[in-house]
């Protein structure tokens, strides 16, 4: 009995070589994590981690963490989609000590920080919109 799948399927229109991940993981670094952002990842909407940056200090199961994030991604686009919006392309999460901030970038990753309080939402929003435009034009390379 033959197989059913095509061997030619492409699963994401993006391919990075390892001198494009280092540009982005020191994106990452100089724009979050000097920022002082705790911990930033580059994940998949499968919830694969593409890239990741820390301060040092974090103990985080950043796996479990990024499965969690595209799981609850995709529950809050379907929420999206069911009031009538295309996406609801940031998320945030605010806790006592460590906050937790999403956002898109292009249709297939998302950028996760864990920041603390002594961060300000707005800074953050802003070095997060700064990074993403320049890891896409990493792509556009």
Known sequence: MGSNY??????TE???GPDQLQKIETILQDDLIDSGVNSVMLIDLAGNIIAQKDNGSSEHDLYSLAALASANFAAVDTMAKIVGEEEFSLLFHKGEN???HFSKVHDEFLLISIFSKKVALGLLRLKVSESIDKITAIWKR
């Open 98 to 100: 460590e906050s937790i």
């Open 6 to 11: 095509d061997d030619d399927v492409t699963f």
């Open 14 to 16: 993006y391919s990075l």
